[in-house]
């Protein structure tokens, strides 16, 4: 069956980074983008950005143009995502998550990492 | 950028038909798709297209759109339907990927 595994929570102080890691199994790792998507603490859904694992290729949304890079490794089926100059308002669970090769949808996601940013 | 406008809140009662909207510009040239989300657990995908659901996710979940208005009916509704319920889209302009504010589903 199709599963994405995040890495672990994470804190971090104000102007740090941080990488979270997305392993996936079950399906063609390069067949299919990654998007990551962020929930703040009793906030809504958040896309940040996709990957595909085939070329590399990435989009990033406006807001994390310039503080954020996603990564993929085909080697081992996992996707990464890099967070730079943390600031306290990215305290938030962070979601990986498989687009649908038809419709951009996301029909499998991540369990979640939580990430804290404070001094 | 491109907005989706969701009611932050919903009530019904056990048993009854709950709709919930989802308003954006231009509905007709995107597909929209919905997640159900329950307290602490990532968001599960339950309508996609126009009214397709994943395997495993009960027919009283459907989506129609009209307008400017994408819908999704939780009919006979159950307690455990109680959740945040977000749609999305691809905006293909720009090629991001757009969530709706969310609505949390009362079941009273």
């Known amino acids: 069956q199709v599963q994405l595994v995040q890495s672990g929570s994470e804190m971090r102080e104000p102007g740090a980074a941080v990488k979270v890691s997305c392993k996936t199994s079950g399906y063609t790792f390069t067949s299919y983008a990654i998007s990551w998507v962020r929930q703040a603490p009793g906030q809504g859904l958040e896309w940040m950005g996709w990957?595909?694992?085939?070329?590399?290729?990435?989009s990033y949304g406006e807001k994390f143009q310039d503080r954020v890079s996603m990564t993929a490794d085909t080697s081992t089926g996992t996707a990464y995502m890099e967070l730079r100059s943390l600031r306290s308002d990215d305290t938030a669970v962070y979601y990986c998550a498989r687009e649908g090769l038809d419709l951009i949808a996301f029909d499998h996601w991540g369990q979640g990492t939580l990430v804290t940013v404070s001094s | 950028s491109y907005v989706l406008t969701q009611p932050p809140s919903v009530s019904v009662a056990p048993g009854q038909t709950a709709k919930l909207t989802c308003g954006g510009d231009n509905f007709g040239s995107k597909s929209v798709h919905w997640y159900q989300q329950k307290p602490g657990q990532a968001p599960v995908l339950v309508v996609y297209?126009?009214?397709d659901r994943p395997s495993g996710i009960p027919a009283r979940f459907s989506a129609s759109d009209s307008g400017n208005t994408a819908t999704l009916t939780i009919s006979r509704v159950e307690a455990g339907d109680e959740a945040d319920y977000y749609c999305q889209v691809w905006n293909r302009n720009t090629d991001h990927r757009v969530f709706g504010g969310g609505t949390k589903l009362t079941v009273l």
């Open positions: 297209g126009h009214n």
């Open positions: 990957i595909g694992p085939y070329n590399g290729y990435t």
